[in-house]
């Protein structure tokens, strides 16, 4: 659905500074359809710059960007007829009525005119905003505006939806909303390609993602192959139902067991193995005597992985 091959972006910096700020730094990214795709990055990485690449809105300093086939430098209307794009901060037409704004966009997009009143209908009850249908947009809350943006973005059917930090400014409920909705679009068939500083949102809905910061791709992939290439670690946590197995002395011993610590009534401890090693890790640790009751495991969370990322622990 998206393809980027050796994509740059520089700009130039303002008189007296030399040189030239990269934004994006030899992009090379393969999205197929069918994904939600994550891109993960401090302020300043890069991410709005890409976003608005691959929907023609900036041109490349050099390297090539598809959508659906489609060259996005040369043939731009034909791309973005690919393409919904909900920018970070969007417009509204507060004087409007939903259907109103709605409509304006249909014919914006030059749909047929004899299609666009079932159209219209169609997209506002897909986005949950039949009760608002007639209300002006001035009424809506932040949440509904943002659900009002997604149907101005998806009116023409494209394949593919862009979203530039949706949830940002939502409240809980909200944000929960919104991933519901995007599951759905999902579902529906729709390629999803969204930037988040919500991590575990992120996390929840998306099926690979891109680790970018100043303007490089650190790490790219389906979350669970990132994860692994970036070293990710397996702790474990064991609790004992009595106390008189020195357990954390035990662990400290064994090869392969590594950061034992006991706290709150439990060890914890990192272990490489795989579940089979682990197994009879517990199996032998039961045998020495002992009480064993519960074992955890707590693997690093996207936001804990990208913390490690951007302090260069992992390369």
Same mark, same amino acid.
């Given at each position: ?5 050796? =994509? ?27 994904? =939600? ?11 709005? &710059? ?6 023609? @809105? @900036?041109?490349? *300093?050099?390297?090539?960007?598809? =959508? ?16 919904? !794009?909900?920018a970070d901060f969007f417009s509204v037409y507060d004087e409007l009525k939903v259907w109103e704004y709605v409509d304006y966009f249909a014919?914006? !997009? ?22 608002? !249908? ?5 009424? @809506? ?16 059917? +494209?394949?593919?939806?862009? @979203? ?26 729709? *390629?999803?390609?969204? &930037? ?36 990710? *670690?397996?702790? =474990? ?29 439990? &060890?914890?401890?990192?272990? +490489? ?19 064993? !009751? ?22």
């Amino acid at each position: 659905m998206i393809e980027l091959k050796n =994509v740059t972006k520089e700009y130039d910096l303002p008189p007296g500074q030399p040189g030239q700020l990269v934004a994006a730094d030899r992009l090379t990214l393969d999205i197929p359809d069918g994904e =939600v795709f994550g891109l993960v990055g401090p302020n300043g990485a890069g991410k709005s &710059t890409t976003l608005k690449m691959i929907c023609g @809105l @900036l041109l490349p *300093t050099a390297g090539h960007i598809t =959508v659906n086939g489609v060259d996005v430098e040369t043939q731009p209307e034909a791309a973005q007829q690919h393409i919904g !794009y909900l920018a970070d901060f969007f417009s509204v037409y507060d004087e409007l009525k939903v259907w109103e704004y709605v409509d304006y966009f249909a014919r914006a !997009y030059k749909l047929p005119p004899d299609k666009i009143p079932a159209r219209v209908r169609e997209v506002i009850a897909q986005m949950g905003l039949e009760t608002k !249908y007639d209300s002006n947009v001035a009424t @809506l809350s932040r949440g509904m505006k943002q659900r009002l943006g997604i149907a101005r973005a998806i009116i023409h059917d +494209p394949p593919l939806l862009v @979203l530039d930090e949706p949830a940002s400014g939502l409240d809980p409920k909200a944000r929960l909303e919104l991933k519901d909705l995007l599951r759905a679009m999902h579902r529906a068939g729709k *390629t999803i390609f969204i &930037t988040s500083h919500v991590l575990p949102d992120l996390e929840e809905i998306c099926t690979s993602l891109a680790i970018l910061e100043k303007g490089k791709l650190l790490r790219h992939g389906k979350i669970a192959d990132v994860m692994r290439s970036a070293g990710q *670690t397996r702790r =474990v946590r064991i609790r004992l139902a009595s106390p008189e197995f020195a357990l954390e002395s035990w662990l400290s011993a064994h090869p392969g067991v590594s950061e034992v610590l006991h706290s709150a009534g439990a &060890t914890e401890f990192i272990f +490489p193995g795989t579940d089979a090693d682990l197994a009879a890790l517990i199996r032998e640790a039961v045998l020495a005597g002992a009480a064993i !009751y519960s074992v955890e495991e707590k693997t690093d969370s996207l936001e804990e992985l990208f913390a490690r990322l951007s302090t260069g622990e992992v390369m």
